[in-house]
C-alpha cells in the first residue's frame, strides 16, 4: 500500500529550481534511498515532506491525506538531520524525549519511551550530558533516537552518516537496517554514498539536479542504469567504458572495441552498425584463454590495492585505459608490465547510446 | 499550480515594533512643515507659509553660517582626534594578555558615563575657583586659563570632553577588529622580515578599514549632532561660540521662538545625516555580514 | 619573527599608563570630590588627603542640606527614581516588542522586511531635535506631555533599535534545523519559539537589554525637551541642581558618582558583549 506519495513536485528558490517535477511513490514499511550528488535536492525533498518547506507546485500525500496545509507538527514524521540539529541546552534525555512530549505522554511513558530507545542505541549511559558533552558518535545516535523515540509513520534520514568518523559509519551501516526494520517505519533516506544507498535501501532513488533519473531496487540501477551517469556513481572502481560500435557476427551480434571483439547476448541486432558506448564494470572484466578470439590484448600498467582487492589499470594494444578488479592471478604472476587478454560475459556489457548517454536495453 | 500562501506570522510579529516607532513621522513631518513657516511663538499673529524663505534667509545669514562652520569644525576634530587616539591605544592593547584586557575595560569607562554627566564632570575640574585641571595648568605658567567660559577655550574644552567620552568608542570597535584579523599575513611579514611599519601601513591598515570607516561614521553622525556635552558645558555660550546645529536650534525654539528657524536649521542637519547615515549603514551592514556568516533561509 | 625591544616594551607601558590616567582620572577625581566638604574642596593646592565625609551622600539621600544660610531641599532622590523607571519601563517595552520583531527579522524574508527593520534603524540617526520639539507641541494636546508614559514611548527610539538588531543577529546564529527539528518532534511556533530561539537567544537578549538601558539611562536631550522638574533623569536633574545649589560642589559631585555608578556598574556586568551592542551587531568582541 502507498503510504508517501509525492506527485509532480516542484520546488523553486527565486530563479533555481531545485527539484523539478517529481514523482515518487513510497510503500508501507519501504525504505527508499534518495542518493545522488551533493546540490541535487535531496535535502530540500525531505525538507519539503517534513513541512520545513512548501513546493510551488504539486502534491505530498501521506496515506492520501494532502500535507499541504498540515503544519510541520502535525506531520508526525521524524527526521535526523546531518548535522544532527540537537537542541544545545537540553541533555540528551531531553533531547530525546521533546517528540513523546509534545504527544503529552504521561512523565513515566516518556522515560520509559527514552530509556528504551536509548539502550537500543546504546547511549543509555549518556542520556544525562549535554550535546556538547557528547562525542560525534553519541550525537548522532541521540539524532537517531529523538527521530525514532516516537515511533513517526514516516522517518526523513538526512545523511545521518555523514558527519561521523569511517569506523562508526561501518558499524551503523551493518545496525540501521536491523533497527529500521525492527521500528516498521517507512524511511527515506537520504545519502552521497551509493554503498548505503545499496545496504539500506529497498529501492533507490537516484536524484541528479533536481530530477529522479533512475528509480529501482539496488539491482536494478547497479545491472541496468538508465544512463551513463548513474552507471558511474555506482561502483568503485567506476565502470568502465568502451567507445565502439556494434556489429554482426553470425547469427548474433558482437561489441566492436578497436580490434577486440566481444559477443554480445541477443536483442541488439537492430543497433548493428549504431556507434554506442560499452560500460563494463570492472568486477566483470575476466582473464581470457590465450588466443580466445576477439579478447581484448592488453598490458598490466598498474596495480592499486583497493580495501580487500586488487585493482589493476590496464591498457589495451589499442589504447583503450580500464580496470579490473576480479581476481587475475597472483601479483606476482600477473604483475605490473604482465600481457594478457581479457573479456567479459555478454550479460555483462551494457549498450549506452552515444549521444544521449542513455541505456539501450535489449530488445524482446 | 498550487496557491502560494502568504505568511502572516512575520508581520505579526514585527508590527507592533513599527507601530511604537512609526509616528516618529509625525513630528517629522510637522518639523519638515514648520520649517516652511514663519512662525514665532511670540509673534503668532505672523504665522504664515513662507515656503522656501527661511532657508533662503540662511543663504545670507552669517549666524547660519557660523553655526555651519563650528558644527563641522567640531565634527571634524572630535573624529579626526578621536581616530588617531583610538587606533593608537588599539594598538598598543593589541595583544590580549591580560593586563591588556584589563586595560581595555578600564578604558571603556568614560564612554558609558552619560555625556551631559561628563561635562558636568569636566565643569567641576575646570571650575576658576578650585578646578583641579586649572591648578594643573597654573603649574605650567597659565595661571588664568578659563577653559569654556572663555570663547577662545571654548570650543577646545568641549572637544576635550567629547574627546575623553568617544575615543574609547573608536578604541573598543578598533580593538575587536585588530584582534579578528587573519594571522597569516603578518606571520609572513614577519618571517619575511618586513619592516613594521610597511606592515602597518600596507596590511594592518587596509585589512583594518572596514571597522575605521565604520566606526569614525558613526561617530562623525554623532559628532554633528553633538548636544549634550555642549549644551551641558555652556548652553551655546560664552555668547554664542558653540552654536553647533542642534544647541542653536534649541536656543531659537526655547529662547528665541523662532519654531520656523529652528525646523529649517533641523532639517539641513537632517539633510547631512541622512547623507552620512546612508554611507554608514553601507560600510556597517558589510562589516554586519562579516560577523554574522550565516544567511536565514 | 620581530622581537619587542626592552626599549619599545618600556615605551609601550609609559603609553598605555598615560591613557589610562587621562580617561580614569576625571572619574577618580570626582570620586574623591564627593567625599570632601566644600571648605576642603576650595583648598589650594588640592590635596590627596583629607578627612572623608559622607556629608554630602547623606545629604543628597535624606534630600536636605543643611547650611549656614539654612535648610535647603534636594530633590535629587527623586531624580534618581525617575531614571530608574524610565530606564526600566523603556528596556522593558523595548524587549517585548523587539525581540518578536528581531525574529521575525532574523528568519524570514517578508515583503518589505529589509525596509522596516532599516526605517527602525534610522530613528537612531536622525536628529533628536528634529522630532522632540514639534513633539512638546503635540504632548501638549494629547496629555502626554510630562508622564512617565509618554516618555517611555519617546524613549523606544533609542532603545528599540539597539535590541531588534543586537538581538536580530544572536537569532540569525541559531542553525534554523534545530527549530525545525524541534517543531518536527511535535511543538507548535510558539511553543518552539519560547523553549529554542529566546533561550538560545538568551545571551544577546540580557546584552541588548543592558546596553539600552544604559543608553536610556545615559539620555539628556528627550527629557530635558519633555519633562518637567518631577519626572526629570538623573542627567537633567544633576544640571538643574547645579543651578539650585549653587556652590555645594561636594553634593554635586555626590549626585554625578551616583548617577554614572549604574551603567558603570551594568558595563562591568555586560563587557562581554559591549563590543557587539555598541556597533549594533556590526563587531563581535
Known amino acids: 500500500m502507498t503510504m508517501l506519495d509525492l506527485q509532480r513536485v516542484t520546488k523553486r528558490y527565486g530563479k533555481d529550481t ?92 516518556v522515560a520509559d519511551g527514552v530509556h528504551k530507545i536509548a539502550k537500543l542505541l546504546k547511549i543509555d549511559h549518556v542520556l544525562g550530558h549535554a550535546p556538547r558533552e557528547l562525542s560525534n558518535g553519541q550525537k548522532q545516535r541521540t539524532a537517531l533516537a529523538r527521530a525514532l523515540v516516537a515511533a513517526p509513520r514516516l522517518l526523513l534520514l538526512d545523511d545521518p552518516l555523514r558527519n561521523v568518523d569511517a569506523k562508526l559509519r561501518f558499524e551503523m551501516r551493518l545496525e540501521l537496517p536491523r533497527l529500521l526494520e525492527g521500528f516498521g517505519s517507512t524511511v527515506l533516506y537520504v545519502t552521497q554514498d551509493y554503498r548505503e544507498a545499496m545496504a539500506l535501501g529497498n529501492r533507490i532513488g537516484v536524484l541528479i539536479d533536481g530530477h529522479f533519473v533512475q528509480i529501482g531496487t539496488p539491482e536494478d540501477i547497479y545491472l541496468t542504469p538508465t544512463t551513463i551517469e548513474v552507471a558511474e556513481l555506482f561502483g568503485d572502481p567506476v565502470i568502465n567504458l568502451f567507445e565502439g560500435r556494434v556489429e554482426k557476427a553470425g547469427d548474433g551480434t558482437t561489441a566492436a572495441i578497436g580490434d577486440a571483439k566481444l559477443p554480445l547476448p541477443t536483442g541488439y541486432e537492430d543497433q548493428v552498425g549504431q556507434p554506442v558506448i560499452f560500460g563494463i564494470r570492472p568486477e566483470n572484466i575476466a582473464k581470457a584463454d590465450d588466443g580466445t578470439a576477439g579478447a581484448i590484448a592488453a598490458k598490466v600498467a598498474a596495480l592499486l590495492p583497493l580495501n580487500d582487492r586488487l585493482v589493476r589499470l590496464l591498457v589495451s594494444d589499442d589504447g583503450h585505459e580500464f580496470y579490473t578488479s576480479r581476481d587475475l592471478g597472483s601479483e606476482e604472476a600477473v604483475g605490473e608490465g604482465a600481457r594478457l587478454s581479457v573479456s567479459a560475459a555478454p550479460q555483462d556489457i551494457i549498450l549506452f547510446e552515444r549521444d544521449s548517454r542513455r541505456r539501450i536495453a535489449p530488445a524482446r | ?143 588664568d586659563f578659563r577653559w569654556a567660559s572663555d570663547p577662545s577655550s571654548a570650543l577646545f574644552t568641549v572637544i576635550l570632553v567629547d574627546v575623553w567620552v568617544y575615543t ?29 611599519t610597511f606592515v602597518f601601513f600596507r596590511i594592518t591598515l587596509p585589512m583594518l578599514m572596514p571597522y575605521i570607516l565604520t566606526a569614525s561614521l558613526f561617530r562623525m553622525l554623532e559628532s554633528i549632532q553633538q548636544f549634550d556635552i555642549i549644551y551641558a558645558m555652556t548652553q551655546g555660550g560664552p555668547g554664542n561660540t558653540l552654536t553647533v546645529f542642534q544647541v542653536e536650534s534649541y536656543l ?33 551592514l558589510r562589516l554586519r555580514e562579516r560577523a554574522h556568516g550565516v544567511e536565514a533561509e | 619573527m620581530h622581537h619587542t625591544t626592552t626599549g619599545e616594551k618600556i615605551l609601550r607601558g609609559v603609553l598605555i599608563t598615560l591613557a589610562l590616567v587621562f580617561f580614569l582620572f576625571p572619574i577618580f577625581w570626582i570620586l574623591l570630590m564627593s567625599f570632601q566638604t566644600n571648605a576642603q574642596i576650595l583648598r589650594i593646592p588640592p590635596s590627596l588627603f583629607f578627612e572623608p565625609t559622607l556629608i554630602n551622600y547623606t545629604s543628597l539621600i535624606t534630600g536636605e542640606l543643611q547650611t549656614a544660610a539654612g535648610s535647603l531641599k534636594l530633590e535629587f532622590m527623586h531624580n534618581l527614581w525617575n531614571s530608574v523607571i524610565l530606564s526600566t519601563g523603556s528596556v522593558l517595552i523595548s524587549l517585548l516588542l523587539g525581540v518578536p520583531a528581531a525574529y521575525a527579522f532574523a528568519r524570514y524574508k517578508f515583503r518589505f522586511s529589509e525596509d522596516i527593520a532599516f526605517t527602525l534603524l534610522s530613528f537612531k540617526f536622525a536628529p533628536p531635535l528634529l522630532v522632540l520639539l514639534p513633539l512638546t507641541l503635540y504632548f501638549q494636546a494629547i496629555g502626554l506631555a510630562n508622564t512617565y508614559i509618554g516618555l517611555i514611548w519617546v524613549y523606544q527610539l533609542i532603545t528599540l533599535p539597539l535590541i531588534l538588531w543586537i538581538v536580530r543577529g544572536y537569532f540569525e546564529d541559531i542553525s534554523p534545523d534545530i527549530e525545525h527539528a524541534y517543531r518536527i518532534a511535535g511543538h507548535s511556533w510558539a511553543k518552539t519559539f519560547m523553549k529554542i530561539s529566546i533561550p538560545l537567544a538568551r545571551p544577546g537578549i540580557a546584552a541588548a537589554g543592558l546596553l539600552s538601558f544604559i543608553f536610556a539611562w545615559n ?67
Open chain 1, 18 to 109: 531545485v527539484l523539478d517535477d517529481i514523482s515518487l511513490s513510497v510503500d508501507e514499511g519501504e525504505t527508499v534511498a534518495i542518493f545522488g550528488p551533493s546540490g541535487a535536492g535531496k535535502t530540500v525533498l525531505l525538507r519539503l515532506i517534513a513541512g520545513m518547506a512548501e513546493p510551488e507546485e504539486g502534491a505530498i500525500l501521506v496515506n492520501g491525506e494532502d500535507l499541504i496545509d498540515v503544519a510541520p507538527e502535525n506531520r508526525a514524521v521524524g527526521m535526523a538531520f546531518q548535522n544532527f540539529a540537537l537542541f544545545p541546552h537540553m541533555s540528551a534525555f531531553e533531547n530525546i524525549a521533546s517528540p513523546l512530549e509534545a504527544r503529552r505522554s504521561t512523565k513515566d511513558a
Open chain 2, 1 to 143: 499550480m498550487r496557491r502560494k500562501r502568504r505568511n502572516w506570522l512575520p508581520y505579526l510579529l514585527s508590527l507592533p515594533a513599527l507601530l511604537v516607532t512609526i509616528w516618529i513621522l509625525i513630528p517629522f513631518f510637522t518639523a519638515v512643515y514648520y520649517s516652511m513657516m514663519r512662525y514665532r511663538l511670540s509673534l503668532p499673529h505672523l504665522k504664515g507659509f513662507v515656503w522656501f524663505d527661511n532657508y533662503l534667509q540662511f543663504l545670507t545669514d552669517a549666524r547660519f553660517w557660523y553655526t555651519v562652520q563650528v558644527s563641522l569644525t567640531y565634527t571634524v576634530l572630535t573624529v579626526v582626534i578621536e581616530l588617531v587616539l583610538g587606533l593608537g591605544i588599539a594598538i598598543l592593547l593589541q595583544r590580549s594578555t591580560r593586563f591588556n584586557n584589563l586595560a581595555a575595560m578600564l578604558l571603556l569607562l568614560p564612554l558609558m558615563v552619560a555625556p551631559a554627566l561628563a561635562a558636568l564632570m569636566w565643569k567641576l575640574m575646570t571650575n576658576p575657583n578650585f578646578g583641579i585641571l586649572n591648578y594643573f595648568v597654573s603649574l605650567i605658567g597659565f595661571s
Open chain 2, 168 to 196: 574609547p568608542f573608536i578604541m573598543v570597535l578598533l580593538l575587536a577588529g585588530l584582534r579578528s584579523l587573519p594571522k597569516q599575513p603578518f606571520e609572513a611579514a614577519a618571517l619575511d622580515g618586513v619592516p613594521k
Open chain 2, 252 to 284: 531659537q525654539f526655547f529662547q528665541f521662538t523662532n519654531v520656523g528657524r529652528s525646523a529649517a536649521l533641523l532639517m539641513v542637519l537632517w539633510a547631512i545625516t541622512f547623507f552620512l547615515s546612508n554611507v554608514f549603514v553601507k560600510n556597517w
Open chain 3, 219 to 285: 539620555n539628556f536631550v528627550f527629557a530635558l525637551v519633555l519633562a518637567s522638574a518631577d519626572k526629570q533623569p538623573v542627567t537633567v536633574g544633576a544640571l538643574a541642581f547645579v543651578t539650585a545649589s549653587g556652590i555645594q560642589y561636594g553634593q554635586i559631585a555626590a549626585a554625578v558618582v551616583i548617577s554614572i555608578t549604574p551603567t558603570l556598574a551594568l558595563a562591568l556586568f555586560a563587557q562581554r558583549y559591549l563590543v557587539e551592542g555598541l556597533s549594533l551587531g556590526a563587531v563581535k568582541g
